[in-house]
Nanobody, 123 residues
Framework: QVQLVESGGGLVQAGGSLSLSCAAS????????MAWFRQAPGKEREFVAG????????YYADSVKGRFTISRDNSKNQAYLQMNNLKPEDMAVYYCVASRRVVPKRADQGDIWGQGTQVTVSS
């Protein structure tokens, strides 16, 4: 199975942008549906965005629609999350998640999780 490593988190001012990357090890990345989840302190993990194996299906949480864009490059074994117009409420640890069964939209649908990357948004 793949292992996932996120990168690209950091500190940004409200209204700014960040681009997260998720690098997957192994040669089977294209067989996994991918998603991004986030968890803020004291809150449950929540779905942010998801993308199917061939990028034909893409989903977003209402809170990020129009601001975030999920994508993937199967030739590079990478998934991405472009985050624009960041708000203080976007501050969280962001996790890359993989599943062969479905595009994960609930935490219990995620089979493989990365270690997370911190996104901090200052107001």
């Amino acid at each position: 199975q793949v292992q996932l490593v996120e990168s690209g988190g950091g500190l940004v001012q409200a209204g700014g942008s960040l681009s997260l990357s998720c690098a997957a090890s192994g040669s089977t990345f294209s067989t996994y549906n991918m998603a991004w989840f986030r968890q803020a302190p004291g809150k449950e993990r929540e779905f942010v965005a998801g993308i199917s194996r061939g990028s034909s299906l893409i989903y977003y949480a209402d809170s990020v629609k129009g601001r975030f864009t999920i994508s993937r490059d199967n030739s590079k074994n990478q998934a991405y999350l472009q985050m624009n117009n960041l708000k203080p409420e976007d501050m969280a640890v962001y996790y890359c998640v993989a599943s062969r069964r479905v595009v994960p939209k609930r935490a219990d649908q995620g089979d493989i999780w990365g270690q997370g990357t911190q996104v901090t948004v200052s107001s």
